[in-house]
């Protein structure tokens, strides 16, 4: 029952950074878990990052040490840091929420609510 917008996509060269942000609104009832999926054109949606409500993350091994998933709840936002980016990493990322456990979240997490998508292009 949450709605996600995300913002902060957008085109760099390979190397550079982003920071997608992700504002949520509504009951976030049982939805412990938060992160975010990404799809390239004519792929299916993946994991990339989740958090669980106690704060723990998971990755992608694809992302692992390039990318950090945080959130603040006071806020009401949710952000992915994104180092080094490579243009496999070229895909349209979604905030995500979703059912589990207070205490871990995997990354292919069973998403309850999507955003409706950021662009992110890495090219030279």
């Known amino acids: 029952q949450l709605q996600l917008v995300e913002s902060g996509g ?25 992160g975010w999926f990404r799809q390239a054109p004519g792929k299916q ?17 694809s992302v692992k040490g390039r990318f950090t998933i945080s959130k603040d709840n006071a806020e009401n936002t949710l952000n992915l840091q994104m180092n080094t980016l490579k243009p496999e990493d070229t895909a349209m990322y979604y905030c995500v929420a979703g059912g589990g456990d ?11 609510d999507w955003g409706q998508g950021t662009q992110v292009t890495v090219s030279s």
């Not at 106690?54 to 990755?59: A, C, F, I, L």
Request: hydrophobic share 30%.
């Open 10 to 34: 957008g085109s760099v060269e390979p190397g550079g950074s982003l920071r997608l942000s992700c504002a949520f609104s509504g009951k976030k009832n049982s939805r412990f878990c938060m």
């Open 45 to 61: 949606r993946q994991g990339v990052a989740s958090i669980s409500g106690s704060g723990r993350t998971n990755y992608a091994d």
């Open 102 to 112: 207070w205490h871990y979240c995997p990354v292919d997490l069973e998403v309850a």
